[in-house]
């Protein structure tokens, strides 16, 4: 029979992180609900505006406040204005409010459940060919379990 150090010892650890990703996954299940609910009282373009805006205040609500607990680094010092920086920020922005608004039109249209199927799966098959052509990653090993997700996904959407 095994200690309880040896059964401990022999079952594999969570990796770090795993609790942050459960995490993720129990409060991405209930804003998606509530994402669909506050679309089908107004609209993509204005939740999207109020989401912003209220995390742009969290975002300055900490600024000031570690501002205030010790020193930061200044504006000048990161290299906010470079237009190489400036012109990735905006790129981001570009991308995640298409990517947003794209998202809040499709709950309002069809179920969250589904959206959030094809958004994981498909992102899974995306990421990984986007990682193949642009990266270089080796999809050996893999191609049977992307071929099993596209599969599901498109069993979903039928």
């Known amino acids: 029979a095994l200690s309880m150090t040896e059964k401990a010892a022999s079952t594999r650890a969570l990796p770090k992180g795993a609790g942050f990703i459960i995490l993720n996954c129990v409060l991405y299940s ?6 669909a609910a506050a679309v089908g009282v107004s609209s993509s373009l204005c939740l999207f505006a109020y989401c912003r805006l209220v ?3 969290m975002c300055f609500s900490t600024r000031i406040s ?5 020193k930061v680094e200044t504006v000048a010092t990161t290299g906010l204005w ?11 922005c570009v991308v995640d409010a298409a990517y947003m608004l794209s998202m809040y039109q499709a709950v309002s249209l ?10 994981r ?3 899974i098959v995306v990421s990984a060919c986007f990682g193949a052509i642009f990266f270089g990653e080796k999809l050996e090993g893999r191609k049977q379990l992307l071929c099993v997700v596209a599969i599901g996904v498109m069993i979903l959407c039928v």
């Open 30 to 35: 209930a804003t998606y609900r509530l994402d």
């Open 55 to 57: 995390m742009a205040a």
């Open 66 to 70: 570690a501002s205030n607990a010790s």
């Open 82 to 92: 470079e237009p190489r920086t400036l012109l990735l920020l905006l790129f981001v």
């Open 110 to 119: 069809i179920s969250p459940v589904l959206v959030s199927a094809v958004k």
């Open 121 to 123: 799966g498909g992102g």
